[in-house]
């Protein structure tokens, strides 16, 4: 997106589907990776392997949102210097984004080594499945500098105006995945070590692709062309603006751990690992609610920087009817045919089979409210306004506890299953509203002065 990009040559609708679908399919690609992992674990480990990785899942949630926290920060900080013109702040930005994503993986790694075994106990977890978690953590910890580059890079370089390169490399690491989850755990047997390895080798493979374009000369800031000095203000505003990513990869890790705990102490093993499932079927729709929310942010931060909030209103509206349609689409699929997406994970087992269709009738049904709520978080994120995004992100945590605690005493298992779309019903109630508030505020202010100047 070069300065004059967004000025007056582009249609809203064209530049949002411009940055909207390479960043979809990004998410996609990224979503492959546990979904693939959760595929062959499935089909070759069984029942103990999918809950295994669904207990390991909270733990390196960190790691990732580390990751993402850099990129969408110091991404959204980039694309809103650029939209001032300020080339040179931008390439500032970017650098100092790099610099945060190789000191978080330091943190990463030590973070892992010393608590990933208490965070296993603390879900409960036993036998079998404690044994295969452990095994797959103790891949991260040597291999948390993949994880955290390869999850910062394609926002950074989607910011440089190289939404396809982002994809690209995304698409490149996934299919090395895939078939490194064949080679390790389908024909050398290495059970849930072997897909951690194959996660990690193939986000090594992405990290490489995006070093060396950030270092082509296709790279328009030319970050590693032209001499910059990293900036301490940056960095702050960098972790500010994305905190609320890592807040919402924490969420989900911390939310995800509950759950398994309270699906181990009201059902069976067979109750976690039918969440491990249905929580594979949910990531199928929240990556592209992310990718839609992560495709608006450039424009978004870009009219910001330029001060057109009409165009903004534009790109919000567009951006929540396809996260909506996107939503129900996803969720009429999985009702009508819970048998064949339940398959992907499992053939045989009929308890699985019954409560991860319990699973989607109940968990699921107000999915769709997410994706909004994911949505008016990346829009506070991409107007600077970290605080509101952060809060938002902290409150889509906390509102769930209390249906945690309630329902499962005296619903059980249908309780636990209740908790998370009774919460998004209420969070979405409040959210939506104050970012729509916010927008209509800032696009009238835009009117008025317009006029005040005429």
């Given at each position: 997106m070069h300065t004059t990009d967004l000025k007056q040559s582009d249609s809203i609708t064209k530049t949002f589907w411009r940055f909207t679908i390479p960043a979809i399919a990004a998410m996609i690609v990224n979503g492959l990776y546990q979904l693939v992992d959760g595929i062959f674990v499935g089909h070759y480990i069984g029942a103990e392997g999918l809950a295994a990785i669904n207990i390991a899942w909270p733990v390196i949630a960190v790691v990732g949102g580390l990751g993402l926290m850099v990129g969408m920060g110091a991404g959204s900080l980039v694309s809103i210097y650029r939209g001032e013109g300020n080339l040179h702040k931008a390439r500032s930005a970017m650098a100092t984004g790099l610099v945060l994503a190789l000191g978080l993986a330091i943190v990463a790694s030590v973070y892992l080594y010393c608590f990933s075994a208490s965070l296993i106990g603390l879900q409960g977890a036993s036998g079998l499945a404690h044994g295969y978690a452990s095994d797959y953590l103790m891949v991260f910890e040597l291999g948390a500098l993949a994880t955290v580059v390869?999850?910062?890079?394609?926002?950074?370089?989607?910011?440089?105006?190289?939404?396809?390169?982002?994809?690209?490399?995304?698409?490149?690491?996934?299919?090395?995945?895939?078939?490194?989850?064949?080679?390790?755990?389908?024909?050398?047997?290495?059970?849930?070590?072997?897909?951690?390895?194959?996660?990690?080798?193939?986000?090594?493979?992405?990290?490489?692709?995006?070093?060396?374009?950030?270092?082509?000369?296709?790279?328009?800031?030319?970050?590693?062309?032209?001499?910059?000095?990293?900036?301490?203000?940056?960095?702050?505003?960098?972790?500010?603006?994305?905190?609320?990513?890592?807040?919402?990869?924490?969420?989900?890790?911390?939310?995800?751990?509950?759950?398994?705990?309270?699906?181990?102490?009201?059902?069976?093993?067979?109750?976690?690992?039918?969440?491990?499932?249905?929580?594979?079927?949910?990531?199928?729709?929240?990556?592209?609610?992310?990718?839609?929310?992560?495709?608006?942010?450039?424009?978004?931060?870009?009219?910001?920087?330029?001060?057109?909030?009409?165009?903004?209103?534009?790109?919000?509206?567009?951006?929540s009817l396809v996260s909506l349609v996107a939503g129900l689409a996803w969720l009429a699929v999985l009702n009508v045919f819970p048998d064949v997406v339940i398959g992907m994970f499992s053939s045989g087992n009929e308890a699985l089979l019954q409560q991860a269709t319990l699973g989607i009738r109940l968990h699921l049904s107000a999915m769709y409210l997410d994706g909004l709520i994911i949505l008016a978080s990346m829009y506070f994120l991409s107007v600077g306004k970290g605080g509101k995004a952060l809060g938002i992100s902290v409150a889509n945590m906390l509102v769930q506890f209390p249906f945690l605690y309630v329902l499962p005493k005296f619903y059980g298992v249908e309780g636990v299953w209740l908790a998370m779309p009774i919460s998004n019903i209420v969070l979405a109630s409040i959210v939506l509203p104050v970012m729509w508030n916010d927008i209509y505020r800032q696009k009238r202010k835009q009117f008025a002065l317009t006029h005040a100047i005429a």
């Open positions: 390869a999850g910062a890079l394609p926002f950074l370089i989607r910011n440089d105006d190289s939404p396809f390169v982002a994809t690209s490399m995304m698409v490149v690491g996934a299919l090395t995945n895939i078939v490194l989850d064949y080679l390790f755990i389908g024909v050398m047997s290495w059970g849930l070590k072997g897909a951690a390895f194959a996660t990690v080798l193939a986000q090594l493979v992405s990290v490489v692709i995006g070093l060396a374009y950030l270092c082509s000369s296709r790279s328009f800031l030319g970050v590693f062309r032209h001499k910059v000095k990293l900036s301490f203000a940056d960095a702050k505003q960098s972790l500010v603006l994305g905190c609320s990513s890592l807040v919402m990869f924490m969420y989900y890790g911390v939310l995800v751990g509950f759950h398994n705990r309270l699906f181990a102490e009201y059902g069976t093993p067979v109750s976690v690992a039918a969440f491990a499932v249905v929580g594979y079927l949910m990531t199928l729709y929240y990556v592209v609610a992310e990718g839609i929310a992560e495709g608006m942010q450039p424009q978004v931060s870009f009219y910001h920087g330029e001060k057109s909030y009409a165009k903004i209103a534009n790109v919000a509206k567009l951006a």
